[in-house]
């Protein structure tokens, strides 16, 4: 797992866990464990692969989410706010 800032500066790296971990899973010791920490005031996007908790804003599943899904103006339609949200966080 590895965290950056908008400035594209790693701010925590963890090595080591095995392929089938879940990203959760990782997190979690990460923060607990691992040194790992949210400045205050601060967020952090994530994948769908991961819950929206405090400080870390995930993309709804279930709806478009990838850039490419957009490309053309006739896709740029969305289905609703939630996947105006998944365009303009895709776009970050």
């Known amino acids: 797992m590895a965290a950056c800032s908008f400035d594209l500066q790693f701010q925590y ?3 080591g866990w095995e392929g089938s971990a879940g990203d959760m899973k990782v997190l979690r010791w990460a923060l607990h ?11 952090y996007l994530v ?9 870390f804003v995930a ?10 899904e957009f490309e ?3 896709n740029r339609r969305y ?3 939630s996947e105006l949200f998944n ?6």
């Open 13 to 15: 790296v963890t090595a």
């Open 33 to 43: 464990r691992g040194g790992f920490s949210v400045p205050e005031g601060k967020y």
């Open 47 to 55: 994948d769908s692969g991961y819950a929206n908790t405090h400080q």
């Open 59 to 68: 993309p709804y599943r279930g709806n478009r989410y990838h850039l490419s």
């Open 72 to 74: 053309n103006q006739r």
């Open 79 to 81: 289905a609703g706010p």
């Open 87 to 92: 365009h303009r966080h895709a776009q970050l």
